[in-house]
């Protein structure tokens, strides 16, 4: 009975999770005006019905979206963490947020447009990003840097990932490389 409860649990994860997948499929494809119950549930390949049983409504798919890709930066953060070594050492948690949030990018950049104009008609949907960006900045602040570096690190390295967000090109590739290469190289630096 146990098993059948875990397979079952497993099951409708699968599904939710593809089902986030088919949604983000549509917003890559057609953008996020195309994001309809009708347009996820067609992409999934499943029924309408399907779809209402993980996520009643719009709001309720959009919401687990943007707590999908705060989940899936915060995966590359433990990542990066880990590959950071030594968490004691003065600016290691900035050193991992920083590549943490460029390796982000760079993987999500078209979810991330699409998914930033449907979230702009529902501010209530930011306030995830809020908590989260609050909590980063707090763990950025105990990471043995003065605040003031702390801050400058963090608006410049949000900057890139808005820079790409939002298509600006301002920065070639290689320019953004160079950036983050000293974004990091700030975080060793004697104040």
Not at 58 to 85: D, Y
Not at 98 to 114: K, L, S, V, Y
Request: proline share 2%; glycine share 8%.
């Amino acid at each position: 009975m146990a098993e059948a409860l875990e397979v079952g649990k497993r099951s409708r994860s699968a599904t939710r999770e593809s089902l986030l997948n088919a949604a983000g499929e549509v917003v890559l494809r057609f953008g996020s005006d195309a994001l309809t119950l009708d347009a996820v549930a067609k992409e999934a390949g499943v029924s309408k019905g399907g779809l209402l049983y993980h996520f009643p409504n719009k709001e309720a798919l959009l919401t687990s979206m943007v707590a999908n890709l705060i989940a899936e930066f915060e995966q590359l953060l433990e990542i990066e963490l880990v590959r950071e070594g030594d968490l004691t050492a003065k600016g290691a948690w900035l050193r991992a947020y920083i590549r943490a949030g460029d390796i982000f990018d760079r993987q999500n950049a078209a979810i991330q447009t699409g998914l930033l104009a449907a979230v702009a008609k529902d501010s209530k949907l930011l306030q995830p990003f809020q908590e989260a960006s609050t909590r980063w900045h707090q763990q950025a602040c105990n990471c043995g840097i003065t605040p003031l570096k702390v801050g400058v690190i963090l608006l410049a390295a949000d900057g890139l990932s808005w820079n790409q967000l939002l298509g600006l090109n301002c920065i070639s590739d290689e320019e953004r490389s160079q950036l983050i290469g000293e974004l990091i190289r700030m975080t060793y630096a004697d104040e």
